[in-house]
């Protein structure tokens, strides 16, 4: 795999940060489930930014879209946005993010092309883990090489079928049999030990894998009930589209699923079938006592897969496969008809935009323009060899572009903005993976620059299920609102499981037994992550968090606003407005010299508008950005 790292000819005699205010401003929330639900952001709208002043905005809380910077107002919006980030030399891949390395792997190895491809190798994994068990495996026969070949296929089997049962999941949910909008489980696949089989009723034998993943999912349903979301399902031939209690239990969800899967996958060397609320994938093949002789049915039948009326042999022979080649190229942010083009196919396909609303002009501004000024690397560990700046990481197949990221690289951090992708390689999970690969980045150029540790992913939304992916790449921090303090996500969840605005700086001390008097321990204690999962498998939400906020939406400053604590009980930073840099017609002044020149109206004005700004940028950051007058 070849990255080229972006040309660092670039340069720019701008050495200053150039803002001007748009003030507060009210914008639909794009998180909620009607989507009519406001909330209330600052803006900034950006001639320049040094990468050093967008370090410090992205940890007071602060995003861009394209040259529009915004913070969300915490206390007053319906779903608060905190700012997440991992340090990259500690994050723990989980086994759904393995399992997507390995996929892409398999891909790429050319032995796996997608759902049909798949239902051969699940065939080749079970007849090589059935042949191996045949075998004699005394340990003085049995090479260590041996062994560790048949665990990782049969690895690869369980893998495959926990990907079966999330196919299946999303068929149920398009079909309408599960409600759309709620982050459901994984599917994990576990094999049956000889042990467990023993307790089991007579006939279990033949029983070889099981999976929970129904106990699991009406766990979900149920908890989704209870916070009071709506799990009504569209059931036609009913009077009343609600959810009964029978349609959330474990079998009902079990019975749904396994019938799904023997839809999906026909395979002759198992047979699938729910039990109280397992499903249960058994050996087909049955022993026969004839004559006093064994017979046993071959266990290489190859797999079928039925195509129309016709059956069709799936492995007629073991056929060396096309294998491809994955190249990662990282580009300054330009305008590139080849991404627009990928760019415009996933929203139509993945985000449903009319065609008309996906133009070139809007993507310029959204995904391209950047006010980010670009530092190149002067080779002293201060700057990684790509520079700083604003970048598009391209993914190629055998040259063809298959996704963008968007990325920013500053010195602390590679902030992810967005990501677009084939609609047609949704399989491979790109999004997921394309994190994978921009964490291990910041790995790798750490030794470069050793300032640049973390991996920004943007906003968490606690509140919104399909946001919670985020916290699934461990171990994570979330940012105080308050007091912009890094709080471990394991301390910030439980908190917010009860409240959606929290000041996480308060439960810092959690781990040292220092609790707040008002506190209740046993709900602070740490949970599990069985509820975070991952981005759904299209991976819409994947790196891509923010609709493009426009600036000449909503003005603010005509309009009331609710009056917030946010910014009231923020602790005291000494700063003076008199110090602010204005920028006035190509000048650069102190606001303490300009402020003599000026009406008491206007002097009023400009100076709640100035505290206002120093409140929400901070004072070291208000003194060294010029605010703009025009």
């Known amino acids: 795999m070849r990255r080229n790292e972006a040309s660092s000819s670039r340069g720019s005699s701008i050495s200053e940060s150039v803002v001007v205010d748009v003030g507060r401003r009210r914008n639909t929330c ?13 803006g900034l709208w950006a001639h320049s930014l040094t990468v050093y002043d967008y370090q410090d905005l992205l940890d007071r809380g602060w995003r861009r879209s394209g040259c529009f910077l915004y913070k969300p107002e915490m206390e007053t919006t319906c779903c608060p946005q905190y700012t997440i980030r991992l340090k990259a030399d500690d994050f723990v891949p989980s086994k759904e993010q393995l399992r997507v390395s390995r996929r892409m792997q398999r891909y790429l190895d050319g032995t796996w092309d997608g ?86 009723v007579e006939g279990s034998e033949d029983l070889l894998y099981t999976s929970n993943i129904s106990f699991q999912t009406a766990a ?3 908890r989704a009930k209870s916070d009071g979301k709506s799990v009504s399902l569209p059931v036609p031939d009913k009077s009343s589209s609600d959810v009964n209690e029978s349609d959330l239990s474990p079998k009902t969800i079990a019975e749904k699923l396994a019938n799904e899967l023997q839809q999906l996958a026909k395979i002759n060397e198992l047979s699938i079938r729910a039990c109280n609320g397992h499903i249960n994938f058994y050996s087909a093949v049955k022993d026969a006592a004839h004559n006093g002789e064994q017979h046993s049915v071959a266990l290489s039948n190859r797999a079928s897969i039925r195509h129309g009326n016709e059956m069709h042999d799936a492995i007629p022979e073991k056929m060396q496969r096309m294998k491809r080649q994955l190249e990662i190229c990282l580009k300054s942010s330009s305008f590139d008809p080849e991404e627009f083009a990928l760019y415009k196919r996933y929203q139509m396909k993945v985000h449903n935009d009319e065609a008309h609303k996906v133009t070139e002009s809007s993507y310029r501004r959204f995904l391209v323009d950047t006010p980010l000024i670009y530092v190149s690397s002067t080779g002293d560990n201060t700057v990684p060899p790509c520079g700083f700046g604003s970048f598009h990481q391209q993914y190629r197949v055998d040259g063809q572009l298959i996704a963008v990221g968007v990325i920013d690289i500053l010195p ?59 916290a699934a790449y461990r171990p994570s921090e979330l ?23 929290v000041v996480l700086s308060d439960f810092t001390n959690v781990q040292n037994g220092e609790l707040l008097s008002n506190q209740d321990p046993e709900s602070l204690s740490v949970s599990q992550h069985d509820d975070i999962g991952d981005a759904d498998s299209n991976d819409a939400y994947v790196n891509g968090d923010e609709k493009m906020l426009d600036p000449d939406s909503e003005s603010s400053d005509d309009e009331p606003f609710p009056e917030t604590n946010d910014l009231a009980t923020v602790p005291t930073e000494n700063g003076d407005v008199g110090n602010l840099l ?49």
């Open 582 to 630: 204005l920028g006035l017609r190509g000048t650069r002044l102190r606001y303490k010299d300009l402020q003599r020149a000026l009406g008491p109206a206007d002097r009023a004005n400009l100076e709640s508008q100035l505290h206002r700004y120093m409140k929400v940028v901070g004072p070291q950051l208000a003194e060294r950005m010029v605010y703009s007058l025009g």
């Open 30 to 42: 794009g998180y909620c489930k009607s989507g009519r639900r406001s909330s209330i952001t600052h």
């Open 479 to 501: 940012l105080c609102p308050l007091r912009y303090e890094w709080v471990p996500y394991d301390i910030a969840k439980p908190l917010l499981d009860r409240k959606k605005y």
């Open 412 to 470: 602390k951090c590679l902030s992810s903005k967005y990501l677009f992708w084939d609609p047609d390689l949704a399989f491979l999970s790109l999004g997921k993976y394309s994190a994978l690969q921009e964490i291990s980045w910041v790995k790798e150029n750490e030794h470069h620059c050793p300032s640049l540790q973390y991996y920004y992913l943007g906003y968490y939304i606690h509140s919104c299920s399909k946001m919670r992916y985020k």
């Open 220 to 222: 979900v349903l149920r």
């Open 115 to 200: 759902q049909k491809q798949q239902l051969v190798d699940i065939s080749d994994s079970l007849q090589e883990c059935t042949h191996a068990d045949e075998q004699p495996s005394s340990s003085q026969t049995q090479s260590l090489g041996t062994k560790v070949g048949q665990g990782s296929k049969e690895e690869e089997l369980l893998d495959n079928l926990s990907e079966q049962i999330d196919l299946a999941m999303q068929s149920l949910v398009k079909s309408g049999e599960l409600p759309p909008d709620i982050q459901f489980p994984k599917g994990v696949v576990k094999k049956v030990s000889q042990a467990k089989k023993r307790k089991l």
